[in-house]
């Protein structure tokens, strides 16, 4: 066994870390530098290992002082912010932190990229937002459904009594709104009543599906453009519900152009590509399907730009504000997730489908 095996023995459980590590001699040396870091650098970690590290901060300084306090045990860990130096890419910012391998002499050092850090907590809110938003809908719907019926029910009796055909008309309102409502329950509960169907799943296919659903309500002023990586490879999944989160969110789109569709300009465009070393909810995949839905819409409207994934909440007159609630139970089913990036001019749904 030589040594560069046996280090990647010792260290094997650092390539499951979304963060970046690497583990220090203590002069400095690289023992072990993990997937992500070997990623994020564009090295192997058979390049890295053996060459100081330090070279790699925009300010040396700061990890030969961690160095130096960690030979003598001086503190538990140390944290500082600084810029990691790439190759060939630009710099990124970083907060890293410092801790002694007490047994081995070793220091691990785990580098945490700050948009990335950001990215993740704003990821982990969704994950929690959705399984609130999924307790809440289905507690709320079901205490709604059944004093509803007996509303309903009694307006029906009590119009059988009425001979005034004028109080008549204010029981069927009654009933009307009643069945509005109705329809508004079964809406929340669609999610959770279908079962999970689960397939052999081309997301071309989906995107075509939506594309031609769409242009034939949208038949003038709309281009929906494609841009597809075609190495994408099937996966295991919910066609049907797939389709349907990708049409609510589509059509969103296609509702909020309506000015731009009247002037003849309004564009969505439908991009897959495959993205690595991704992160959903603290679990970290090798590949994901990236689906990106862009329009050159106005943007979504800044006061409600954090809830937008929550129920009943819309920027447009006459919006429901289920449709993409809805989208993202469904792609959550997969283990996926939905992100949103909007300014005027340009929204940009991405969703991330983990991948075999």
């Given at each position: 066994?030589t040594?560069?095996?046996?280090?990647?023995?010792?260290?094997?459980?650092l390539?499951?870390?979304?963060?970046?590590?690497?583990?220090?001699?203590?002069?400095?040396?690289?023992?072990?530098?993990?997937?992500?870091?070997?990623?994020?650098?564009?090295?192997s970690?058979?390049?890295?290992?053996?060459g100081r590290?330090?070279?790699?901060?925009?300010?040396?300084?700061?990890?030969?002082?961690?160095?130096?306090?960690?030979?003598?045990?001086?503190?538990?860990?140390?944290?500082?912010?600084?810029?990691l130096?790439?190759?060939?890419?630009?710099?990124?910012?970083?907060?890293?932190?410092?801790?002694p391998?007490?047994?081995?002499?070793?220091?691990l050092?785990?580098?945490w990229?700050?948009d990335?850090?950001?990215r993740?907590?704003?990821?982990?809110?969704l994950?929690?937002?959705?399984?609130?938003?999924?307790?809440?809908?289905?507690?709320?719907?079901?205490?709604?459904?059944?004093?509803?019926?007996?509303?309903?029910?009694?307006?029906?009796l009590?119009?059988?009594e009425?001979?005034?055909?004028?109080?008549?008309?204010?029981?069927?309102?009654?009933?009307?709104?009643?069945?509005?409502?109705?329809?508004?329950?079964?809406?929340?509960?669609?999610?959770?009543?279908?079962?999970?169907?689960?397939?052999?799943?081309?997301?071309?296919?989906?995107?075509?599906?939506?594309?031609?659903?769409?242009?034939?309500?949208?038949?003038?002023?709309?281009?929906?453009?494609?841009?597809?990586?075609?190495?994408?490879?099937?996966f295991?999944?919910?066609?049907?519900?797939?389709i349907?989160?990708?049409?609510?969110?589509?059509?969103?789109?296609?509702?909020?152009?309506s000015?731009?569709?009247?002037?003849?300009?309004?564009?969505?465009?439908?991009?897959?590509?495959v993205?690595?070393q991704?992160?959903?909810?603290?679990?970290?995949?090798?590949?994901?399907?990236?689906l990106?839905?862009?329009?050159?819409?106005?943007?979504?409207?800044?006061?409600?730009?954090?809830?937008?994934?929550y129920?009943l909440?819309?920027?447009?007159?006459?919006?429901?504000?289920?449709?993409?609630?809805?989208?993202?139970?469904?792609?959550?089913?997969?283990?996926?997730?939905?992100?949103?990036?909007?300014?005027?001019?340009?929204?940009?749904?991405?969703?991330?489908?983990?991948?075999?």
């Amino acid at each position: 066994m030589t040594f560069m095996q046996s280090n990647a023995e010792r260290f094997v459980s650092l390539d499951m870390l979304s963060t970046l590590a690497v583990v220090l001699n203590r002069q400095g040396a690289v023992v072990f530098a993990n997937a992500a870091l070997e990623t994020t650098l564009g090295m192997s970690r058979r390049m890295l290992e053996g060459g100081r590290f330090s070279f790699f901060f925009a300010q040396p300084a700061l990890l030969d002082s961690a160095l130096a306090g960690g030979k003598g045990l001086d503190y538990a860990a140390m944290r500082f912010d600084t810029s990691l130096v790439r190759p060939v890419q630009e710099p990124l910012a970083v907060h890293v932190t410092v801790s002694p391998l007490e047994d081995s002499g070793e220091v691990l050092l785990e580098l945490w990229v700050l948009d990335q850090q950001v990215r993740q907590d704003r990821e982990e809110r969704l994950v929690e937002q959705a399984a609130a938003n999924k307790e809440l809908v289905r507690n709320l719907a079901h205490e709604i459904k059944n004093p509803l019926g007996g509303i309903r029910g009694a307006a029906q009796l009590l119009e059988m009594e009425l001979d005034s055909r004028e109080l008549k008309e204010y029981t069927q309102v009654i009933i009307h709104e009643a069945d509005r409502l109705q329809s508004l329950v079964d809406r929340l509960l669609a999610p959770h009543r279908h079962p999970h169907l689960v397939g052999d799943v081309n997301i071309h296919e989906v995107c075509e599906r939506v594309r031609s659903l769409v242009l034939v309500e949208y038949p003038q002023g709309l281009r929906i453009q494609r841009d597809y990586d075609i190495s994408i490879p099937e996966f295991r999944g919910d066609r049907a519900q797939l389709i349907q989160a990708l049409l609510n969110i589509v059509q969103n789109a296609a509702q909020v152009l309506s000015e731009q569709i009247t002037q003849g300009h309004a564009q969505i465009t439908l991009r897959t590509r495959v993205a690595r070393q991704v992160t959903i909810g603290r679990q970290r995949y090798k590949l994901a399907l990236e689906l990106h839905v862009i329009d050159n819409g106005p943007g979504v409207p800044e006061h409600i730009k954090e809830r937008i994934f929550y129920p009943l909440v819309t920027g447009r007159d006459g919006g429901s504000g289920l449709g993409l609630p809805l989208a993202q139970t469904f792609v959550q089913r997969h283990h996926g997730l939905i992100e949103c990036d909007s300014s005027p001019g340009r929204t940009d749904f991405r969703i991330l489908i983990p991948l075999p």
